[in-house]
């Protein structure tokens, strides 16, 4: 890299929303989830992503369970080898 190469950090769906954001001229602004391990939201308003108290938090909705399921969930499956 050249010298004084401007370098930056986010988040991982900040990134890639930036990225989406950037692809087409047309888009004023993104809104990018993923889903892994938790729900993951990248939010580009105007070309900037948000960051702090505001910032996109999908990872922390909770999800109410549906009426009449009764599945334990797999924390109590007995797995053997």
Known sequence: L????PVGWDTDVNAPALA???????????????VGTGV????VIGGHPVHGLLHGE???????R???????GAKNLKCEN
């Open 20 to 34: 989406e954001y950037d692809s087409d001229p047309a888009i004023s602004s993104c809104a990018y989830v993923t």
């Open 66 to 72: 549906y009426p009449g399921d009764d599945y334990p």
């Open 2 to 5: 050249p010298p004084n190469f």
């Open 40 to 43: 993951g939201v990248g939010l």
């Open 58 to 64: 999908g990872g922390h909705i909770s999800v109410p």
